[in-house]
């Protein structure tokens, strides 16, 4: 089955600097990557996107970029703010077969310092 | 839209006593998921069904825990015996045809 290693595993950052979080997967088969953002006490919301056939998307000041032969994906955040604070998970799946498993990473704790 | 509805929100139950939990996805979603979240993890996949079908159970611990989603829409699972390490957060996600997964607020269980 896929395997998600994600890290750091906490990040701390002065507001305003930039935050990277990278994963790693182990299926080739693995298509779709979703990121989400779990803030404390609450459910994991989804934020970004990417799929195998690009290598990176921008929404804001959000990126992702993936890089299929070296099977890593890293989220990007810019200007950080103190609301970016929160776990963050990335994840793997495969579209294909007709359902989607995901299997997600153990998580990133990132706190922005005012 | 309304949002995945969970119920309840809370539950502290002893050990080896049963619970069970109730999930209303979004409309219109086919696939719907269930999730256990421990403390300091990610979510782990329970059971995928696909309307009223179940298509991927393969972490689900058979011997205790079950789940079924009988009309295609509302979802229930249920552990019985609950066990001191069963203690999480439950989510369920129903996801959207651009295979967004979209989750509920969650029940944490807490077991004595």
Redesign the interface.
Known sequence: ?ENVE?HPSTLSVQEGDSAVIKCTYSDSASN?F?WYKQELG?????II?IRSNVGEKKDQRIAVTLNKTAKHFSLHITETQPEDSAVY?C?A?D?SG??????????TKLQVIP | EAGVAQSPRYKIIEKRQSVAFWCNPISGHA?L?WYQQIL??????LI?F?NNGV??D?QLPKDRFSAERLKGVDSTLKIQPAKLEDSAVY?CAS?NPY????????TRLTVL
């Open positions: 089955g994600q779709y979703p609450k459910r994991p919301q989804l996107d998970f994840a799946s579209l007709g359902y989607q498993k995901v299997t997600f990473g153990t998580g | 696939t998921y300091g993890q990610g979510p782990k996949l995928q696909q298509v991927d393969s989510l996801r295979n967004e997964q979209f989750f509920g607020p969650g």
